[in-house]
């Protein structure tokens, strides 16, 4: 009897984590920046190295090692007077849109997205050489990746 108790209690776990994972979400599009009222984030709504223009990304977006990804953060904030930052698993994770096609994202609001794997903050608690990623090809997240590796970026700040 337990035992389909746990059956049950993990199969509606999983509904709705799927449930949720893809709930409305609301981002409001605003030129080069995209606002997510839900988690309170601005994010640049084009990967790093492309630029915006006539309402889409263009450029070759420029991979980075999770180092320099950081200093290219604390660089945008001294430009832009804002705080740029990577953003954690689950903020990107967040931006997953699985019914949308490849790349699993929001092409309207986030165009041109690289579909493969971006960095996030979030170090490997067991091996501080990787760090978390989320790929927005497979709609997935992996440690897997060394931060001496080249991953897409996009960057995030906290509304204030």
Not at 5 to 26: D, H, R
Not at 44 to 65: H, N
């Amino acid at each position: 009897m337990m035992r389909v108790g746990l059956i049950i209690a993990l199969c509606l776990f999983i509904l709705t984590s799927e449930a949720s994972a893809e709930s409305p979400q609301i981002i409001l599009k605003d030129g080069k920046y995209a606002y997510d009222v839900e988690q309170n984030l601005y994010w640049r709504r084009c990967s790093f190295g492309q630029a915006w223009s006539d309402q889409t990304c263009v450029g070759e977006i420029k991979k980075l090692t999770l180092e320099k990804a950081e200093l290219v953060a604390l660089k945008l904030s001294k430009v832009d007077n804002k705080k740029w930052r990577l953003p954690t698993r689950d903020e990107l994770a967040g931006l997953i849109k699985s019914k949308v096609g490849y790349p699993q994202i929001d092409g309207d609001i986030f165009p041109n997205t690289y579909p493969g794997p971006y960095w996030t903050s979030n170090k490997n608690y067991f091996d501080p050489k990787r760090s978390w990623t989320v790929n927005f090809f497979s709609g997935t997240f992996f440690s897997r990746f060394l931060n001496s590796q080249e991953q897409a970026v996009r960057f995030v700040m906290e509304k204030n």
